[in-house]
């Protein structure tokens, strides 16, 4: 969750919140993938940090634990591309993710992503030991908002 917190700080400007960092392991514990919020390149649709580690780690994800900071997103909203992170997650194989902070905003449904993730199957643990890190880090910053994702 540490590298997922150092990801979450090369958020671009420009790009507004929340601060995001996502990083996939293989069964092999080897990094596959790593992302954070951003914006896809050329355009003004979002670009999650679940949705840049997934494409980075390709077919790696197969049985794999994804790490990120913050609840991945269920719903769909105008600036983003057609599928949320959770749906991506779920078509990727992932066994595992660890989430380092529930999204409270009214727009994502808190705890929605995770019920999502739990009922395709998916292995979903809300880890809280470095809550006061990420609270005082990123969401006292004002990088994780209660605005959602």
């Known amino acids: 969750m540490n590298r997922c917190i150092e990801l979450a700080m090369q958020h671009p400007p420009g790009v507004g ?3 995001v960092g996502a990083l996939i392991l293989t069964e092999n514990f080897d990094i596959a993938g790593e992302g954070y919020r951003s914006l896809l390149p050329g355009t003004h649709l979002a670009y999650h940090a ?3 580690a997934l494409d980075k780690a390709g077919e790696r994800t197969r049985g794999a634990t994804l790490f ?9 909203k105008a600036k983003q591309l057609l599928k949320s992170c959770s749906e991506l997650i779920a078509e990727s194989g992932i066994k595992t993710i660890i989430v380092g902070a529930i ?6 449904n808190s705890g929605c992503g995770i019920d999502y993730l739990r009922r395709r199957g998916i292995v979903t643990i809300v880890y809280k030991g470095l809550s006061d890190i ?7 910053l004002g990088r994780i908002s209660s605005a959602g994702v």
């Open 103 to 108: 999204d409270s905003s009214l727009s994502q």
């Open 50 to 52: 679940e949705r840049m």
């Open 17 to 19: 919140r929340p601060f």
């Open 68 to 76: 990120t900071t913050l609840e991945p997103c269920v719903n769909i």
């Open 134 to 140: 990420i609270g005082k880090e990123l969401i006292a």
